[in-house]
Protein backbone atom coordinates (compact mmCIF):
# COMPACT_ATOMS: atom_id res chain seq x y z
CA UNK A 1 0.00 0.00 0.00
CA UNK A 2 1.38 3.63 -0.48
CA UNK A 3 2.58 5.81 2.09
CA UNK A 4 -0.05 8.32 3.42
CA UNK A 5 -3.14 6.26 1.42
CA UNK A 6 -5.73 6.34 3.25
CA UNK A 7 -5.18 7.97 6.95
CA UNK A 8 -7.97 6.00 8.25
CA UNK A 9 -6.36 2.90 10.59
CA UNK A 10 -8.09 -0.23 8.81
CA UNK A 11 -11.29 -2.11 10.15
CA UNK A 12 -11.08 -4.33 13.13
CA UNK A 13 -11.14 -8.37 11.82
CA UNK A 14 -14.75 -8.69 11.55
CA UNK A 15 -15.90 -4.91 11.32
CA UNK A 16 -18.49 -3.84 9.02
CA UNK A 17 -17.02 -1.72 5.91
CA UNK A 18 -16.97 2.03 5.83
CA UNK A 19 -18.66 4.14 3.66
CA UNK A 20 -16.17 5.93 3.12
CA UNK A 21 -12.88 3.22 2.64
CA UNK A 22 -14.36 3.03 -0.79
CA UNK A 23 -12.76 6.36 -1.61
CA UNK A 24 -9.46 5.38 -0.76
CA UNK A 25 -7.03 5.09 -3.82
CA UNK A 26 -6.12 1.56 -3.19
CA UNK A 27 -9.46 -0.12 -2.58
CA UNK A 28 -10.00 0.13 -6.30
CA UNK A 29 -13.97 0.41 -5.84
CA UNK A 30 -14.39 3.31 -8.07
CA UNK A 31 -13.75 3.37 -11.80
CA UNK A 32 -10.72 5.97 -12.92
CA UNK A 33 -12.51 8.65 -14.78
CA UNK A 34 -11.45 10.83 -16.95
CA UNK A 35 -7.91 10.44 -16.83
CA UNK A 36 -7.57 8.63 -20.38
CA UNK A 37 -5.48 10.84 -21.84
CA UNK A 38 -2.79 11.44 -18.81
CA UNK A 39 -2.62 7.47 -18.43
CA UNK A 40 -1.34 7.39 -22.89
CA UNK A 41 0.68 10.44 -21.60
CA UNK A 42 2.25 8.31 -18.76
CA UNK A 43 2.25 4.77 -21.20
CA UNK A 44 4.34 7.07 -23.44
CA UNK A 45 6.95 8.67 -20.95
CA UNK A 46 7.38 4.42 -19.96
CA UNK A 47 7.44 3.67 -23.64
CA UNK A 48 10.91 6.80 -24.02
CA UNK A 49 13.80 4.46 -24.71
CA UNK A 50 15.61 6.53 -22.07
CA UNK A 51 17.86 4.18 -19.47
CA UNK A 52 16.70 6.44 -16.28
CA UNK A 53 13.89 8.67 -16.56
CA UNK A 54 12.11 11.00 -13.43
CA UNK A 55 8.30 12.13 -14.20
CA UNK A 56 6.80 14.19 -11.47
CA UNK A 57 2.55 14.44 -10.62
CA UNK A 58 1.83 17.30 -9.07
CA UNK A 59 -1.25 18.48 -8.19
CA UNK A 60 -3.65 19.47 -5.15
CA UNK A 61 -4.26 17.12 -2.42
CA UNK A 62 -6.98 15.23 -3.42
CA UNK A 63 -7.05 15.68 -7.34
CA UNK A 64 -6.60 12.25 -8.19
CA UNK A 65 -2.29 11.88 -8.31
CA UNK A 66 -2.25 8.43 -6.34
CA UNK A 67 -5.09 6.67 -8.12
CA UNK A 68 -3.53 7.50 -11.24
CA UNK A 69 -0.44 6.25 -10.11
CA UNK A 70 -1.89 3.18 -8.85
CA UNK A 71 -3.89 2.73 -12.05
CA UNK A 72 -0.60 3.23 -13.94
CA UNK A 73 1.09 0.53 -11.82
CA UNK A 74 -1.85 -2.02 -12.65
CA UNK A 75 -1.63 -1.56 -16.44
CA UNK A 76 2.10 -2.21 -16.51
CA UNK A 77 2.42 -4.55 -13.84
CA UNK A 78 -0.94 -6.40 -13.68
CA UNK A 79 -1.50 -8.68 -10.15
CA UNK A 80 -0.97 -11.87 -12.89
CA UNK A 81 2.27 -10.77 -13.40
CA UNK A 82 1.77 -10.37 -17.26
CA UNK A 83 3.20 -7.35 -17.40
CA UNK A 84 6.31 -5.75 -18.95
CA UNK A 85 7.12 -3.84 -16.10
CA UNK A 86 7.75 -4.32 -12.37
CA UNK A 87 6.02 -1.47 -10.82
CA UNK A 88 5.90 -0.67 -6.46
CA UNK A 89 5.27 2.00 -4.40
CA UNK A 90 8.49 3.39 -2.51
CA UNK A 91 8.44 5.14 0.57
CA UNK A 92 10.37 8.27 0.24
CA UNK A 93 12.07 7.38 3.94
CA UNK A 94 13.54 3.96 1.59
CA UNK A 95 14.46 5.74 -1.02
CA UNK A 96 18.74 6.36 0.19
CA UNK A 97 19.15 2.70 0.32
CA UNK A 98 17.72 1.86 -3.17
CA UNK A 99 20.19 4.91 -4.18
CA UNK A 100 22.88 3.69 -2.60
CA UNK A 101 22.27 -0.05 -3.80
CA UNK A 102 22.27 1.08 -7.53
CA UNK A 103 25.32 3.38 -7.28
CA UNK A 104 27.69 0.98 -5.09
CA UNK A 105 26.69 -2.64 -6.87
CA UNK A 106 26.47 -4.15 -10.07
CA UNK A 107 22.53 -4.58 -10.62
CA UNK A 108 20.09 -5.51 -13.52
CA UNK A 109 16.80 -5.57 -13.30
CA UNK A 110 15.00 -8.52 -14.90
CA UNK A 111 12.47 -5.89 -16.51
CA UNK A 112 12.19 -2.10 -16.86
CA UNK A 113 11.06 -1.17 -13.36
CA UNK A 114 8.55 1.53 -12.13
CA UNK A 115 9.13 2.96 -8.73
CA UNK A 116 6.64 5.47 -7.66
CA UNK A 117 7.72 7.66 -4.68
CA UNK A 118 3.74 9.12 -3.07
CA UNK A 119 4.41 11.91 -0.61
CA UNK A 120 7.95 12.63 -1.84
CA UNK A 121 8.09 16.08 0.02
CA UNK A 122 8.11 14.13 3.01
CA UNK A 123 11.12 12.88 2.02
Given at each position: ?30 P ?10 L ?74 V ?6
Open positions: MPPGAGARPPPRPGALPRELDMFAPTAGVLLLGRAAMLAERGWLDDPADLSVHALIGEAGSGKTRLALELCRLVDPPDGSGDWLAAFVHPSDLRPIVDTLATRAFTWDRPTLLVDYAATA
